[in-house]
């Protein structure tokens, strides 16, 4: 969920650089294991809103994928 950025997903949604930095609790520790062992091994992440309730960020996906 949203709430487990500071921002609310804010930066996520709009893709802002250093979005990383917006991340708390399990998303954060996801996203540390994925840079320190994923991503040198060809490992590509994604974090991405899918679902707008009232038009605001909701839930926010985290994808982690290998190759093209």
Known sequence: P??????????INQQEQ???NT???IPKEIFQLWSD???PRGYRI???TIEYPG???GDIAITIAWGE
């Not at 949203?2 to 930066?11: E, F, I, M, V, Y």
């Open 2 to 11: 949203n709430s487990l950025c500071t921002d609310k997903g804010r930066a």
């Open 18 to 20: 250093g979005w990383e």
């Open 23 to 25: 991340l708390t609790g």
């Open 37 to 39: 062992y994923l991503k």
């Open 46 to 48: 994604s974090y991405q």
């Open 55 to 57: 038009g605001l960020p």
